[in-house]
């Protein structure tokens, strides 16, 4: 039995922002009052701190099967856990993909064993071949949450239509990443940057506007969910609303790093900095914020890419993978980045790290009440700190190593048990 004392309770799906007590047993919260005394429980006291839903991050790569050199299950839960997050979907873009029952089985025992909430997408083409679609229902009826082949962009209209079509009749969505690779030449490396730095052809805006522009309106005559995972260009924003004004059933999410730096952040962060889809200008990181603010981008997603030391510290930057380490960092982003120059409130930027992407999903997740689920984040919001280059996470190619940032995660609790403890 755990009693948090004195702790600002914002929950943004019922509007609550008050100081009350609130008492957890047996994995939900049991009460929430101005003031409650209980002997027999553990007392945090939160005095100063605020007391928020667990964050719930739809876009994590934690490489098992495969790559457990870079990351497994249980060190990607650990790092959720450190950064404030109690439920996390998982990307099928392991080896092998997650693109038949036996391996969807297999990860979903491994993730049983943890204990924060982790769920997993499958594949929508067997072993992401882009051309033969999985089965859609036996793998949603064996656990999968959606299905993505996040990182293999979908080249064929006519399979997405398809996709879109099966992911329906499952009752879920298909979730995709927006990048033509005919349209672009070094991933990773924003087409500016790359020619003027990099001396090569990087990745295009073009080629993630022009997939964006083609999926929305399959979506839109096909009347099925589509969802877009990390938006980073000002046109695919605008794409987004405009299908989202035509009644399209396009939701969309935004990553901390897309909304916080751009693509000169390579200069000083190299390998680190490289991501698929690239950090950008400053105008699409302002345009990505205005899409945050519009609601257009309902959901912030970390899409944690963890790689070893060694694979980011090559010679050559075009050689180097893509991606960086993500969850540790992703509330302190939002702080600094949209909550303290204004642009969102504390309460907004919650929203879109909890209830948003918990009724996506149609988790039991992302809310503080009496009977609800006892995950619960406590932070404070006001903190300095300086990302150190020590992470819970196997890997640590992070950009944000050194930086001071705002934010301090105090407690994880997920399912009523202490999962962090700073």
């Not at 929305?216 to 589509?226: E, N, R």
């Not at 303290?340 to 039991?364: C, V, W």
């Amino acid at each position: 039995m755990l009693l948090i004392k004195n702790g600002r309770v914002l929950d943004p799906a019922s509007g609550l922002d008050q100081k009350l007590d609130v008492l957890i047993n047996e994995g939900r919260i049991r009460a929430m009052s101005a003031k409650i005394e209980e002997p027999a429980a553990q007392v945090i006291d939160a005095t100063g701190l605020v007391l928020a839903p667990g964050l719930v991050d739809i876009h994590v790569h934690f490489r098992e099967p495969g790559q457990t050199h870079k990351e497994d299950i249980h060190t990607g839960a650990l790092a959720a856990a450190a950064g404030g997050f109690t439920s996390v979907v998982m990307m099928a873009n392991t080896q092998p993909t997650i693109s038949t029952r036996a391996t969807l089985e297999a990860v979903l025992t491994s993730a049983r064993k943890e204990p924060i909430n982790i769920y997993t997408n499958a594949s929508v083409t067997h072993n992401f071949d882009g051309q033969t679609l999985t089965d859609f229902a036996t793998l949603k009826q064996a656990g999968a949450v959606s299905f993505s082949d996040d990182g293999m962009p979908l080249t064929d209209a006519g399979l997405l239509r398809d996709a879109l079509k099966a992911a329906k009749a499952c009752g879920t969505f298909v979730a995709v990443h927006e990048e033509d690779p005919t349209l672009n030449g070094v991933l990773g490396l924003n087409e500016h940057i790359a020619v003027q730095h990099f001396h090569c052809q990087g990745a295009t805006a073009m080629a993630e506007y022009s997939m964006v522009a083609r999926d929305v309106m399959i979506a839109y005559g096909s009347q099925a969910h589509l969802h877009i995972q990390h938006l980073s260009t000002a046109q695919a924003v605008k794409l987004v609303a405009f299908a989202q004004e035509l009644g399209a059933q396009v939701t969309a999410e935004a990553t901390p790093q897309h909304f916080s730096k751009t693509e000169d952040l390579l200069l000083m962060a190299g390998a680190n900095a490289k991501m698929n889809p690239p950090l950008r200008t400053e105008a699409d990181r302002l345009a990505v914020i205005e899409g945050l603010k519009a609601n257009t981008i309902s959901i912030i997603a970390t899409d944690h890419a963890p790689h070893h030391r060694e694979e980011k510290q090559v010679t050559d930057i075009c050689q180097a993978p893509s991606g960086m380490t993500g969850l540790e960092t992703a509330l302190s982003l939002g702080l600094t980045a949209l909550v303290e120059p204004g642009h969102l409130t504390l309460s907004d930027l919650l929203a879109k790290m909890t209830i948003n992407p918990a009724r996506l999903y149609q988790f039991d997740a992302g809310y503080l009440q009496v009977g609800g689920p006892a995950d619960v984040l406590i932070f404070d919001p006001d903190a300095d700190r300086i990302v150190s280059s020590t992470f819970a996470s196997k890997a640590a190619n992070s950009p944000f190593i050194g930086e001071r940032l705002k934010g301090k995660v105090h407690y994880t609790i997920c399912r009523g048990q202490i999962v962090f403890e700073a």
